[in-house]
């Protein structure tokens, strides 16, 4: 009976024991039963884990699936967005672009539109000098003896082409009636005109692609040193081609003002905003193509052309419609809103465009500055004492902007609307022209000042001082592995070790083939930005 009742009560104590354990810990049992595992989250405290949290999950793991349970918990579920920091600070970075894209982009618009008015107010300005002054050179050539070997300068004879190719194409320009071939446009119905526009754009840029080389082959054919072997058909045939060039280009610039003041002039306005709306139609052509940096570059440098080319339309529609109503200031208040319509369109275009390339190409807005720097040292290497081109040729190359035909239109459009008259009329005009020396002055000094320091912003001042021979040279020289690495192998050398090094040599030559080829492909992403030229495609960007 001892016995029996030592083992009841030790039976008892044991099972207080478990009592006082699952009251303690009762997750084990849960946790046996499959219901609620342990889970490495729970508050531990002294060895314990916390009752409340135990209980509220199996409250949750017990509850069957309800509509209501699963509303409150989208309602209540919570994230944290710094798990994925990375990516958040990248897309914010990417909206920071967007925003300094207008700023950025209309600081390198304006400063090449300035340069492309440096350029076309040099044919008007200090052209029509250099050209009196290489005449009277010719003049006085037999008073003061000829010494050397050329009567006049290389510089000196590329500007009596220009100045002659100017008078023939102005004189040519005289036979081409504008208003015959504005109303002969007028004539034409909507879609076609909007046909024609689309083609006068297209055939302008293959004009300006082929048009510089035109005039490159003239000055150089003209220039070439005597003693070397002559390989060109000639100095006259040359010019003949560039005076023809110039005229075509000139009666297509006219075509298209003609285009553009029929369009202010109709009624409904609908050719106009037709037009506009093709500027919208580039951003679907541009956006959506993958951009290196280099070919933003070409493609920024074309905008710029394109927009001084527009204000220069502009202008020469608005001289058209003021001769047309007795120059009636009034009439310009009329033209004020279509004028503002053509700017604005044009701005918005290329903001967006260039925003939205930089966002999908993952470029930065500060590409711009390196832009402007590119420019602001073609400004001041044409400076130099050694320099190989002329400031507005180097304008020319870069951006697309031949301003001969441009100039030539513009002084036929103003000849024909102006009717000069009497002394007091030349008076007006020989101090316009003062006017125009004088802002052309003006307008050199403030963009060489500007480029100076773009310059050194850039840390591009070393490359002003290297030879013309060391900017192009860009191949590499095999280095000393290279050449132990293909170095024929000595008599010593086995078969296998022969044959092992010649499939060496071989997977290495594909390889670096391989290399070259995508160096190739992809050569705008490390090619210097100066040495970029514009004519080496037809249009605005490689694609």
């Known amino acids: 009976m001892a016995e029996l009742s030592g083992t009841e009560l030790s039976e008892e104590k044991e099972a207080e024991i478990e009592l006082n354990k699952r009251q303690k810990r009762p997750w084990q049992d849960l946790h046996k039963s499959g219901k609620v595992g342990l889970s490495a989250d729970l508050p531990e405290t002294l060895g ?39 990516k958040y600070t990248e897309r914010r970075e990417k909206v920071y672009t967007c925003m300094r894209i207008p700023k950025e982009l209309e600081k ?34 037999p008073c003061c003896g000829f010494s050397g070997s050329r009567l006049l300068q290389p510089a000196q ?42 083609m006068l754009e297209v055939a302008d840029r293959l004009f300006s692609s082929f048009g510089q080389d035109i005039l490159d082959a003239l000055y150089w054919t003209a220039t070439e040193p005597k003693e070397r072997k002559r390989d060109s058909i000639g100095v006259i045939p040359h010019f003949f081609m560039a005076v023809f060039y110039v005229f075509l280009h000139a009666i297509l610039i006219m075509v298209q003002a003609s285009t553009l003041n029929v369009a202010f002039n109709s009624h409904n ?8 709306s093709n500027n919208f139609v ?38 058209r419609n003021m001769e047309q109503f007795s120059w009636n200031p009034d009439h310009l208040w009329v033209l004020f809103p279509d004028v503002f319509m053509v700017v604005t369109s044009e701005v918005a275009v290329d903001i967006i465009k260039h925003a939205f390339i930089t966002k999908f190409n993952d470029i930065t807005a500060d590409v711009y500055s390196e832009y402007r720097a590119s420019l602001a040292f073609d400004l001041v290497s044409s400076r ?9 040729d180097s304008v020319a190359r870069r951006m697309g902007f031949i301003p001969l035909p441009l100039a030539v239109l ?9 009717k000069v008259q009497g002394a007091l009329s030349y008076t007006c005009v020989f101090l316009f022209y003062l ?22 912003r850039a840390n591009m001042e070393d490359k002003l001082f290297e030879g013309p021979s060391a900017a192009p040279s860009t191949a590499k020289s095999p280095s000393k592995a290279d050449q132990a690495r293909y170095r024929k192998p000595s008599g010593k050398t086995n078969t296998t070790h022969h044959s092992q090094f010649c499939t060496e040599c071989w997977f290495n030559s594909e390889e670096e083939e391989a290399q070259g080829a995508s160096e190739l492909k992809h050569r705008t992403s490390n090619k210097d930005l100066l040495e970029i030229d514009r004519f080496t495609i037809c249009g605005n960007r490689i694609d």
Do not use: W
């Not at 349970?69 to 994925?84: A, D, S, V, W």
């Not at 513009?410 to 102006?418: D, E, F, G, H």
């Open 48 to 86: 314990f884990y916390d009752i409340s949290v135990v209980r509220r999950d199996q409250r949750e793991h017990s509850a069957d699936p309800s509509l209501t349970r699963f509303i409150c918990t989208e309602l209540t579920r919570g994230y944290f967005l710094e798990h994925n920091e990375a």
């Open 108 to 141: 390198l618009m304006i400063f090449g539109f300035f340069l492309c008015v440096d350029a076309f107010l040099y044919v008007f300005t200090l052209l029509p000098l250099r050209v009196l002054l290489a005449l009277l050179r010719l003049l006085t050539l």
């Open 157 to 198: 004879v590329c500007d009596m082409l220009r100045g002659l190719i100017l008078v023939l194409c102005f004189s040519m320009m005289h036979y081409v009636d504008y208003s015959m071939m504005y109303h002969l446009i007028r004539g034409q119905s909507v879609i076609k005109l909007y046909i024609i526009y689309n």
């Open 269 to 276: 306005k609908s050719l106009l905003t037709i037009m506009m």
């Open 282 to 319: 580039e951003i679907k052509g541009s956006v959506f193509k993958k951009f290196e940096k280099n070919n933003l570059f070409q493609m920024s440098n074309s905008d710029i052309k394109e927009r001084f080319t527009s204000y220069v339309l502009l202008l020469i529609v608005c001289l």
């Open 384 to 392: 130099q004492k050694n320099a190989c081109t002329d400031y507005s």
């Open 410 to 418: 513009l002084i036929r459009v103003v000849m024909s609307s102006i």
């Open 435 to 456: 006017g125009l020396v004088t802002l052309k002055v003006l307008n050199s000094i403030v963009l060489l000042g500007k480029s100076c320091v773009y310059v050194k």
